[in-house]
């Protein structure tokens, strides 16, 4: 749930890119564009069982069919927002639209798992231009003392279609039949297509910068390194981990000779930049992973109808977007640092207690309670969060700054998925599991295992989210706890 605001960078226009009279129908659009994203994350996690057993999909395919759009997404959506600058914000945000938009075309037409998986890396790609298009849209239609409400609104917007997305998409997998799943991908057509005819009649896209390079080397390079890494905690393979991580270190020696890099790494050497993307990393691999795998076991575990399960994402929405302003403008009066760590603390109870009440056989009296524990400690973090990132570094670097920390959030879905899932699947087969964790299955003690497979990523979560505490009290100056006024 973090903002993508990577893209909240002033540009210098000299013509306007939107009538003032229209600037609510780009707006429009930048909520539509949104919604695509969200809606199909959160969505995905619920329909995952259906897909699995639709496609025959065993749990690394499910893994891929989630990872690969993360992958593109974490890897190229700082190289996606240059894209704006390159060929005109109006022309690369509707082409983003309109590649994620055919790629869930793709996602809804697959036969297999592998089409699946390749729908998916695509539909990331086009989602890596179109997320830092959203912001920037809205940050080039409107003036900067309208800006702020512009905003808010977006921000809500997406945390209701975040909410409503899984209960709609329940409604269709319960009754929609076993084919069902396929019309949540449908559906981005439609909308996509308003999106795209908002910003293509509306606007007057002229700037293009010839000036700008595109550091597509660096994106390549991260897309690699982070492949072999996931790849090596889906297929427990170590090999591949040691290989990822030698790509990544030949990106890291590009960036820092890259005339025009996807990520300034000289910000790392600011403790409170690196601490703060640190706890962001292992806050949202915990929350990614539980994500992923909670409505899996609910669903396969439990045997609970989707529709029921979908209600498992409301109250963390609800929370978030209710909090969020009010800890924004917290942290502005006595500093980020111990509402980020309060959070983190929180949010590992809350994983905790997850564990707990997937036990209980009770969604009403301890899913829900639990998930709301969660949401709380993520309401509590999320806007410092955002506010730490653009405090600790110069104010010219902001931009980026904000951009990279998105870019964590996305990785941290990727890495959060690939190693909880090594978790799931030890404590699954431990517990005498004898098919893989998160299929239909009607062997004896199928759902048992499932519950111990997902109470070993409940507490793998809660770790993650206790170490990001530690990190950002030990790691944050004291600046970054003490008000701005003073």
């Keep these: 749930m973090t903002n993508d605001t990577g893209a909240l960078q002033e540009t210098a226009v000299p013509v306007a890119f939107v009538a003032s009279d229209k600037r609510h129908l780009v707006l429009i659009a930048a909520i539509l564009a949104s919604a695509l994203g969200f809606i199909d994350g959160s969505v995905l996690a619920i329909a995952l069982p259906a897909i699995r057993e639709s496609l025959g999909a065993g749990l690394a395919e499910a893994q891929w069919i989630y990872s690969g759009y993360m992958l593109m997404l974490s890897a190229f959506v700082l190289t996606g927002g240059a894209l704006g600058d390159k060929l005109g914000l109006g022309r690369s945000f509707a082409g983003g639209i309109a590649g994620f938009v055919a790629a869930s075309v793709l996602c809804a037409l697959a036969q297999t798992p592998d089409q699946m998986i390749a729908a998916r890396v695509l539909q990331g790609l086009g989602a890596a231009v179109m997320v830092p298009g959203s912001l920037a849209a809205i940050t080039r239609a409107y003036p900067r003392n309208e800006r702020g409400a512009a905003i808010g609104l977006w921000a809500a917007s997406s945390s209701l279609t975040t909410a409503l997305g899984p209960l709609l998409g329940g409604v269709f997998l319960s009754y929609g039949g076993a084919e069902a799943w396929r019309f949540i991908f449908a559906i981005n057509l439609p909308l996509g297509a308003l999106a795209i005819w908002l910003i293509v009649a509306h606007t007057r896209d002229t700037r293009r910068d010839t000036e700008t390079k595109i550091d597509f080397t660096g994106g390549a390079l991260a ?86 399960t979908s209600l498992t994402f409301a109250p963390m929405a609800l929370f978030i977007a209710l909090l969020s302003p009010r800890m924004g403008r917290l942290a502005d009066r006595i500093g980020p640092k111990p509402l980020i760590a309060a959070g983190a603390v929180v949010t590992a109870l809350g994983f905790l207690a997850l564990s707990v009440a997937i036990v209980s056989d009770q969604f009403v009296l301890g899913i829900l309670p639990a998930t709301s524990l969660v949401g709380l400690g993520l309401g509590l973090a999320v806007a410092p969060l955002t506010t730490a990132v653009v405090n600790s570094v110069p104010d010219e670097s902001a931009g980026t700054a904000s951009g990279v920390n998105n870019a964590a959030a996305r990785v941290a879905g990727l890495m959060g998925v690939a190693t909880l899932g090594l978790l799931a699947q030890a ?60």
């Design 223 to 308: 897309s690699v390194a982070f492949f072999f890494i996931a790849f090596a905690f889906t297929q427990a393979e170590p090999r591949y981990g040691l290989l990822g991580a030698a790509v990544f270190g030949g990106f890291l020696w590009h960036e820092a000779r890259c005339p025009a890099p996807m990520i300034d790494i000289r910000l790392f050497k600011l403790r409170d930049f690196s601490a703060v993307n640190l706890a962001t990393l292992l806050m949202w691999m915990g929350f990614q992973g539980v994500l992923f795998y909670l409505p899996m076991t609910l669903i396969a575990g439990w045997e609970q109808d989707a529709l029921i």
């Design 427 to 486: 404590g699954y087969l431990a517990a005498g599991g004898q098919d893989s964790f998160g299929a239909f299955s009607s062997a004896a003690g199928h759902g048992a295992a499932m519950i111990t497979g997902f109470r070993a990523v409940a507490y793998g979560a809660a770790g993650f989210a206790l170490l990001g505490a530690g990190i950002v009290w030990f790691g944050m100056g004291r600046q970054a706890s003490s008000s701005a006024s003073q």
